[in-house]
């Protein structure tokens, strides 16, 4: 089990998707990276420290009770919502994930209240200690939210950066965003379009 409080989460888990839900489809690019290793997600505080840094669970809030079946249902809804996004579900052949993600969705989320920190600023803490379950229907809403709203869905893109395959929501103007994040895969193909232009002139 996992003991968390305001920790800094691991370098990979970026939250640039547009969505929490798609936040957490994201982490599969670590997990493809590891082919064969360990689920990213399983490391030592890595799903708590993603539950932080999505804002799932407000910083500093003790995470006791996070161990291997929690990992579990979050790599399940990932995978779900993965295929969920890339086929749709008029293809059919998400029919099962369609029904993990409902029944994720089914439960309530955890309640929250406003109480006044340390300076006496009105925080965001949690009712109760989070569950599983209710952390799960967080992201499993916000997947229905998505999938069942066109205007949503037609503005998801596959980055196109290589060796990339995040989806995100572009909400730039003009609908022309090309990555995920231009401050990592914009920067990456810059710098090799600046390479190729420099190799180019070197020969």
Known sequence: ??????????????????????DLVATAQEADRRAGGPEPLADTGGLARWLVGAGLVPAGTPLHGIDGTWVAGFVELRDCIDRLVRTGPDEGRADDALDILNARARNAPPGIRAVKDGKGTLVRALCAAPECAALLAVVARDAVDLLTDPVARSRLRQCEGDNCRRVY??????????????????NRERVARHRRKASVKES
Not at 170 to 181: E, L, V, Y
């Open 1 to 22: 089990m996992t003991a968390v409080g305001a920790v800094p989460y691991p370098s990979q888990w970026r939250f640039d998707s547009g969505r929490v839900c798609l």
């Open 169 to 186: 929501l572009d909400t730039s103007r003009g609908r022309r965003r090309r990555w995920c994040s231009s401050e990592v895969c914009g």
